[in-house]
């Protein structure tokens, strides 16, 4: 389901993300490899940047006593 | 009356503040009693009196630090007073200053509430391993607390100015009063169903007894038996409930469980800037190095120079064939000198140098063997003419010819003349013929 998709894509790949970078930076990986890596590794930022610079509005539910969901606006001061 | 010492009033009040105020019994005292003319005279001083007291006329003042009052004085609380005592030089009297003070029928929960720590404590509720892992960037989030009031609103503003793309779930709840535990245990239940990433379980500020709730066994072991990890944030920071212990993590108010709870948009994103960064660094860094270092290899003197390869190789080859030759020659030269040299060896010019030793030999010996065959063939001559002579005399013939003769009888040659008889026929042969005869007579010798 798209929504725990998106939370696999998101935490998942930033973890992805810093585990290349680290990797990278440690030396270790050869010039094949390491442009493959890149190339992943920067997909992956602009995925994740663009996905955090999305103006989303955030979705506010609330459980009401007949047991569904519904949404809910907080009541301004 | 004249001789004594007199002082002043003033000297007088001192003598009684020094006095007082060196009391070491004087210096911690607790007492209890019932609190009345309450009033908050400026944000730091509050002074009141305790019922019941000394005198209603001039009531010993209380003064406290309004600062540092955990709940709200009213006249009419019963408290619970640690102080010391002090003399208020101006007027002479005497004052209490507190230290600490607390409501008297709290102190039942005080005690409620440590016995239950302890309690959950050892059963292992709190141990640090139970905990669940929080997830840094949760995308659905469970809210559990009451639909009204700042902590709701603040939590809420807290994620939309975070993190607003996330979905919160609120399950509205009691959160005080005897119902309360009840509910926020059937809350947690209920929100356990829903795929949630964590729980904020919130309250605002209040007494101890608002917060109750929050230190009730039943939620305790609600929130220790929640799959979804839960964030407690109840209460003001000073406040530490039983749920704040046993849940996953602790925040200090509802607005910190909600900043615990969701990154910061804008720090991801310088995050994610960060790392693109360093990944654009690094691989620039791991161009250029190649890039030195196929220069390197391709400025070598062998890739500039091939042939250079081959020249090693030809050198090597020149220096081989130079030594192969001169060692042919050497041998060629060093052979065709010995032949020379054999070739002038006076052996060589004079081979019958070689035998001559033995031409010599040879000659000595024929020589020799001449000599001995001449020698021996003299000797045998001799030999022979001495035989010869020898058998000239043992010839019968010449026997014969010295007169002697041979008789035969019957061709045997007589030698005795027992031999014979009378009247036998015999031949003598003499030199120059033969004579028969008879025998006639026999004499003896």
């Not at chain 1, 993300?17 to 590794?41: P, Q």
């Not at chain 2, 960037?137 to 809420?156: E, H, Q, S, V, Y």
């Not at chain 2, 220069?295 to 080859?317: A, D, G, I, T």
Request: charged share 25%; glycine share 4%.
């Amino acid at each position: 389901m798209t929504k725990s998709e998106k939370k696999i894509d998101f935490e998942e790949n930033i973890s992805e993300l810093e585990r290349i970078v680290t990797e990278l930076e440690s030396g270790n990986v050869n010039l094949d490899d390491a442009l493959t890596k890149f190339n992943k590794a920067y997909q992956l930022s602009k995925e994740c940047d663009q996905k955090l610079k999305e103006v989303s509005e955030s979705v506010n539910k609330i459980f009401t006593e007949e047991g569904k969901l519904e949404e809910f606006h907080i009541e301004e001061e | 009356m004249n001789n004594n010492r007199y002082i002043t009033v003033s000297q007088l009040t001192s003598y009684i503040k020094y006095k007082l105020e060196q009391d070491s019994h004087l210096e911690l005292i607790y007492l209890k009693g019932e609190i009345s003319n309450f009033k908050a005279n400026s944000p730091r001083y509050s002074s009141f009196t305790l019922k019941p007291a000394h005198s209603p006329i001039s009531p010993i003042t209380f003064a406290t630090n309004t600062k540092s009052l955990t709940f709200v004085p009213e006249d009419g609380m019963k408290v619970l007073v640690e102080c010391r005592i002090g003399v208020y030089e101006a007027t002479g009297n005497y004052q209490v200053y507190v230290n600490d003070m607390m409501e008297d029928g709290i102190g039942n929960l005080y005690i409620a509430f440590n016995q239950l720590k302890e309690k959950l404590e050892k059963e292992g509720l709190f141990r640090a391993e139970h905990k669940k892992k929080i997830p840094k960037i949760p995308r659905k989030i469970g809210i559990i607390t009451a639909p009204t009031g700042a902590a709701i609103r603040d939590i809420l503003s807290t994620i939309k100015r975070r993190f607003p793309m996330c979905e919160t779930i609120l399950f509205p709840t009691l959160v005080q009063g005897e119902l309360a535990k009840d509910d926020i245990v059937k809350k947690i239940g209920i929100a356990n169903t829903y795929p949630l990433d964590v729980i904020i379980l919130g309250r605002g500020g209040g007494s101890i007894e608002d917060l109750w709730p929050f230190n009730e066994e039943i939620v305790a072991r609600a929130i220790y038996n929640s799959s979804i990890p839960i964030i407690s944030g109840v209460g003001h920071e000073i406040d530490f409930t039983i749920s704040d212990f046993v849940a996953d993590l602790r925040a200090p108010t509802p607005t910190g469980a909600a900043e615990m709870c969701v990154p910061n948009r804008v720090d991801l994103i310088n995050l994610v800037n960060q790392y693109q960064k360093r990944l654009v660094q690094i691989i620039n860094n791991k161009i250029d190095n190649a890039y030195e270092v196929l220069n390197r290899y391709k400025n070598s003197y062998v890739l500039k120079n091939p042939m250079s390869l081959y020249e090693k190789l030809e050198q090597n080859f020149d220096y081989l064939y130079e030594r192969l030759f001169s060692s042919i020659k050497l041998i060629i030269n060093n052979n065709t000198n010995r032949l020379n040299k054999l070739e002038n060896s006076y052996v060589f010019k004079n081979p019958n140098m070689l035998f001559i030793d033995k031409l010599y030999n040879y000659q000595d010996l024929v020589k020799r063997l001449n000599l001995n065959i001449n020698n021996i063939i003299d000797n045998k001559r001799n030999n022979y003419i001495k035989l010869l002579g020898k058998l000239e005399v043992l010839n019968p013939i010449s026997t014969l010819k010295r007169g002697y003769s041979i008789t035969k009888v019957n061709n045997k040659t007589l030698k005795s003349v027992n031999n014979i008889n009378i009247g036998e026929n015999i031949k003598t042969e003499l030199e120059d013929g033969f004579i028969n005869s008879e025998i006639i007579s026999i004499e003896r010798k």
